[in-house]
Nanobody, 123 residues
Framework: QVQLVESGGELVQAGGSLRLSCAAS????????MGWFRQAPGKEREFVAH????????NYADSVKGRFTISRDNAKKSVYLQMNSLKPEDTAVYYC????????????????WGQGTQVTVSS
């Protein structure tokens, strides 16, 4: 069983930056593609970014491309989301998730989820 705990969410002004962290309690996360998703009030959960379990390739939603960067440290069993040039529309609960040996942006493929961390961007 993999447990994921997100941290780093807070209130920030538009144009600012935040770094989200996700710590995994597991023997190893090297076999998992790690992803970030977000859900804004009244909206469905959406894909933000993922970093593949094999090769470390990354993929981003168009809405965050060029502003967000996902990275991972398998030794620390952690994944990060660096968010720059934040916009009010980035306001959401951000979730970390793990997909076993799949490179995917589909939420249904992610079998482990954290509880989420709130990011609020003020205008």
């Amino acid at each position: 069983q993999v447990q994921l705990v997100e941290s780093g969410g807070e209130l920030v002004q538009a144009g600012g930056s935040l770094r989200l962290s996700c710590a995994a309690s597991a023997v190893s996360v090297s076999s998992y593609t790690m992803g970030w998703f977000r859900q804004a009030p009244g909206k469905e959960r959406e894909f933000v970014a993922h970093i593949a379990w094999s090769g470390g390739s990354t993929n981003y939603a168009d809405s965050v491309k060029g502003r967000f960067t996902i990275s991972r440290d398998n030794a620390k069993k952690s994944v990060y989301l660096q968010m720059n040039s934040l916009k009010p529309e980035d306001t959401a609960v951000y979730y970390c998730a793990a997909a076993f040996r799949k490179i995917t942006s589909l939420s249904r493929d992610y079998v482990h989820w954290g509880q989420g961390t709130q990011v609020t961007v003020s205008s």
